[in-house]
């Protein structure tokens, strides 16, 4: 079996609107994963990045995105935001995910992609 890591590695579709890099939180939610959740997911991120598509890809606040994934009755989001100081004005940075149990995604939840998203820039800079 491949690694999450080299399977990560190995997404690329011609025309994307957009690349995904995962932060170690991100990688380590996806690991977890049983296998058809895994490829479910992925497959979603993909499509997200030939399409815009809300119930895909959706922003929750001014900074702050999330990769949406139903699969078998359950919901599951990985929490993003755009890096657009790079080479590239295309790439978004997956922080980590979890599985939403409620209707409103919680304060927390939001309050720790924010809080990574400012550390990504400040040791970015």
Known sequence: MQTIATILKQIKIV???FEVQFLEEAR???SKLDEKTFDK???NINKAKEQNDPKLFKKLNGNIWEFRTKYK???YRLLAFWDK???TNTLVIA???FVKKVDKIPKNV???AETIRRLYFEDKN
């Open 73 to 75: 009755g359950v919901q």
């Open 95 to 97: 922080t980590h995910g």
């Open 85 to 87: 100081e790079g080479e």
């Open 28 to 30: 380590c939610f996806l």
């Open 15 to 17: 025309n994307t609107k």
């Open 110 to 112: 939001i309050e720790k």
């Open 41 to 43: 997911i992925i497959y």
